[in-house]
């Protein structure tokens, strides 16, 4: 047996496999609802409550792992360096994302219209279609209809750029509040970090409903729309893991888990929060405002 | 757990029995057990195909296959064999490798790592499905550039979900591979003592992490032009299909670092084991590795020299890949210089090694041609690219994993191979791989198109004579499968040291070495590496 004060190696676990049967069952089911099979929801239903299954099972194993002392110094670090690394791959992630919102407003779109080497393709396909950002008559205006108008920076993007920079001070009051022990505050610190998170969610799903059913503002709206909805999109996924994440995070503080010395879980979670709101920056600059 | 304990008290290396021990593994060898095996797999499958599209092409006009079912090989080949074979194999290595090179017990993230090995049986499931399914697999080319790749039936979902699922799998051995080497590693074994195996690893490990997320961006832009109505590649609504091109190769170039540089240590630890002399140049390994990983993130575009970039663009991209040739070759000259006066024998691992330091090199030239961008507007798409990628991904990476399964073989199973029948299997690979891709640089400079089922017919002399080494090539692997078999079953049994020239942590534990490797921190010291 490995000595457990030098290295901590876990016991055998169900939990890989359940992880990987379940995302496949996922995969299945998805791809089946794309391709018009009247059976896929519920195969896609299947395989998202084998993955809620999996999720809750394999942390539990590991919080249990940890509140019996199992877990040693070099087991936090190896911890850490995961999440470190995670994020950064989900960083690359929404670079792609912003990669084709570049290449489409400093290239691809200018091209369309004429400009550098673009003049033969301009004059050939669409001699009609003019540059401009945001684009609402399409390089072939026959396949789509025009959008009134985008979403402003100022007014709800603005307001949600406000709330998730306070979450990300109210979620470092609850870190101050733990390393101090004040478990009262942590949870107080942390709830509000939930709503706070939350209210973005529900302002930003208003935002999209105003953009469907009022400004013809949709995913089908050309490059703009595209850039648009995906990016917003998968950044309001993120949100709402991570306001998931910290309401575990506020359960298990409401508990007594964390310790002011050990609470990992916190501090991983807190960086995934962080990171989401730099994101939103990213996307606060470049879609909506600039 | 308590009875088997006591029944195997005295070994203190219980292992779990069963279908359990390998379904809910958390022990690194075990798992790079399945890795490697599952990769091997992987390879007769893509070989197989491959077998087909050679068939296919022995002779000018269709002959066995219709062109829909010949392009969804040509396809599913290459995503078998990057994906299912070369990855998968290079991930066991490091699983069963690493942590032994380093003086860890496991992986950093044991569960972590058996999920990343068993995503892989049921992503090629996903994706091997699609050949029975209606419309049949994909078909449009491993790179899936839009708008043909859109034209995909039924089998499109499950493509792009594989691709999907297989990122997950990289990227979680990806950042398991860097937390167990940042943080793993024995007291004394330094970062510049690192066996360069573990380097080269690491170093992939980083392009993995950065580069599998873009993939897996891109063809979620594919899913969405062709499902919810998005125009990323689509210039009606002012995309670009040359945009999906950009994001495909920034990671596309990674990834083909990521199937070289494993290869690339293999070869750094095998030649000065049967050289007999230390590594010429460690520190230079270490840091030309580390440019050719940087370097790639900025020659994506000699991938589309002929798509119509700016003049600067193809200037730039130009010139950075030419820079690529730098550090890669101080890697070819330091192994050469590795080998130099030193006291060599030519066991198999050695002759993959040096087969793979010669034949590689071709590939890289070739690939220095294909880099100027006025010449590559003759060789794009054409048979001189596909010679040009399987020198250095068959006769180099394939060569470097076969030599490092000779190398390890004896290791893992505590028995040496049939040296005899090792030698055959090496000089038959090594006459049949020339035999098949030396002709198709000929076909490739005198037009011969790629991913077409037929072809004129001043090409047929040639298409015959590859043909011809390709069945010998896949015919000469089975060798291989029953030398394998033969050493796990038995034979001459093999020392910790194996190798007299053999240095590192790897060669101080039994063989094969225990459960967990080691269950107390080794101590390594300078002295360990030395001649």
């Known amino acids: ?29 998805g ?28 942390f539990s194993s590991v919080i249990s792992e940890s509140l019996s002392g199992s877990y040693n110094r070099q087991v936090d670090v190896s911890f850490r360096m995961g999440m470190g690394w995670f994020i950064f791959s989900e960083v690359m992630f929404f670079a792609a994302f912003f990669g084709a919102l570049f290449y489409a407003r400093v290239l691809s779109v200018p091209w369309l219209s004429g400009e550098g080497h673009g003049v033969a393709t301009h004059q050939f396909l669409w001699p009609a279609f003019k540059a401009a950002w945001p684009m609402s008559v399409m390089p072939n205006p026959a396949s789509f209809t025009a959008y009134k108008d985008t979403i402003p920076a100022t007014g709800i993007p603005a307001i949600n750029t406000l709330l998730l920079l306070t979450s990300g001070v109210t979620i470092t009051f609850a870190h101050w509040a733990l390393k101090k022990v004040q478990r009262n505050h942590l949870c107080a610190w942390l709830a509000a970090t939930v709503l706070l998170g939350a209210l973005f969610v529900y302002l930003q799903a208003g935002e999209y409903h105003h953009a469907y059913s009022e400004l013809n503002l949709k995913l089908s709206s050309g490059i703009y729309g595209s850039t648009f909805f995906l990016l917003t999109g998968f950044h309001g996924f993120h949100v709402t893991m991570g306001a998931v994440m910290i309401l575990a995070i506020l359960f298990r503080s409401l508990k007594g888990h964390f310790t002011k010395n050990d609470h990992f879980a916190f501090e991983a979670v807190a960086w995934y929060w962080h990171f989401v709101d730099v994101v939103w920056l990213g996307l606060f600059i470049f879609v909506y405002w600039l | 757990m308590s009875s088997q ?41 893509g070989g197989s195909m491959a077998m087909v599209i050679r068939a296919e092409l022995f002779q000018p006009g269709l002959q066995f296959v219709d062109p829909q079912f010949y392009n969804s090989m040509v396809t599913v080949h290459a995503l078998v064999m990057i994906f299912g074979a070369v990855m998968p194999a290079g991930v066991g290595l490091a699983n069963w490798m690493i942590p032994i090179m ?15 090995f068993w995503i892989l049986p049921f992503a090629f499931a996903l994706l091997l499905g699609t050949l029975f399914i209606d419309g049949g697999g994909p078909a449009g080319g491993w790179t899936m550039y839009p708008p043909l790749v859109l034209q995909t039936g039924k089998a499109f979902p499950y493509l792009i979900f594989a691709v999907h699922f297989l990122g997950v799998s990289s990227i979680m051995g990806a950042i398991n591979i860097i937390a167990t080497v940042f943080n ?185 041609m294909l880099g100027i961008t006025p010449v590559d507007f003759q060789y794009h798409d054409t048979y001189f690219v596909v010679a040009h990628f399987h020198y250095v991904l068959l006769t180099g990476a394939v060569f470097a994993l076969m030599a490092s399964a000779y190398y390890w073989l004896p290791k893992w199973t505590g028995y040496m191979y049939d040296e005899k029948l090792a030698k055959i299997h090496f000089w038959l690979s090594a006459i049949a791989s020339n035999v098949l ?62 190798w007299e020239g053999a240095r590192g942590l790897e060669w101080t534990l039994s063989s094969p070495p225990p459960f967990h490797s080691f269950t107390k921190p080794p101590k390594v010291t300078k002295a360990l590496m030395d001649y």
Not at chain 2, 464 to 486: C, D, E, H, N, P
Request: with cysteine; proline share 6%.
């Open chain 1, 1 to 29: 047996m490995v000595s457990k004060d030098i290295y901590f190696i876990p016991e055998p676990s169900k939990w890989p496999i359940v992880a990987s049967l379940a995302l496949f069952t996922t995969f299945i089911g």
């Open chain 1, 31 to 58: 791809a089946m609802l794309l391709n018009q099979s009247s059976n896929g929801k519920y195969v896609l239903i299947l395989g998202a409550m084998g993955i809620i299954y999996m999720f809750a099972g394999w």
């Open chain 2, 5 to 45: 304990t006591i029944a195997d008290h005295d070994h203190h290396d219980h292992k779990p029995v069963g279908i359990k021990r390998w379904l809910f593994s958390t022990n690194h060898k075990d798992i790079g057990t399945m890795y490697l095996v599952f990769a091997l797999i992987m390879f007769f499958i």
């Open chain 2, 102 to 116: 380093i003086g860890a017990p496991d992986m950093a993230l044991p569960r972590m790592n058996n999920m990343s």
């Open chain 2, 184 to 368: 793993m590693r024995a007291p004394g074994m330094t970062l510049m003592r690192l066996p360069l195996f573990v380097w080269t690893w690491v170093i992939t490990a980083f392009l993995l992490i950065a580069s599998m997320p873009v993939l897996a961006g891109a063809v979620t832009m594919l899913l969405t032009d062709k499902y919810f109505g998005t125009s990323f590649f689509n210039a009606a609504g002012g995309g670009d299909p040359v945009l999906f091109q950009h994001i495909f190769w920034f990671f596309g170039h990674p990834e083909v670092y990521i199937l070289i540089l494993p290869a690339f240590g293999i070869i750094s630890q095998i030649i000065p084991t049967f050289a007999r002399k230390p590594l010429f140049g460690y520190a230079s390994m270490v840091y030309a590795t580390a440019s050719i990983a940087i370097l790639s993130f900025f020659v994506w575009a000699h991938h589309m020299f002929t798509v119509g970039l700016p003049i600067t663009g193809e200037l730039f991209f130009m010139y950075a890949t030419m820079l690529i040739a730098v550090p890669t070759g101080v890697k070819v000259f330091n192994w050469v210089a590795t080998m130099w006066k030193g006291a060599m024998t030519f066991e198999a691992p050695m002759l993959f090694a040096i087969a793979f330091v010669i034949l590689f090199t071709i590939g890289g030239f070739s690939g220095l």
């Open chain 2, 437 to 498: 891709f030396f002709p198709q640089h000929f076909l490739g400079l005198a037009g011969m198109p790629r991913r077409i089922p037929d072809y004129s017919v001043q090409f047929a002399d040639f298409n015959m004579i590859s043909s011809l080494g390709g069945f010998a090539y896949g015919i000469s692997q089975l060798l291989f499968v029953y030398i394998v078999i033969k050493c796990v079953l038995g034979g001459k049994k093999a020392t910790s040291q194996v």
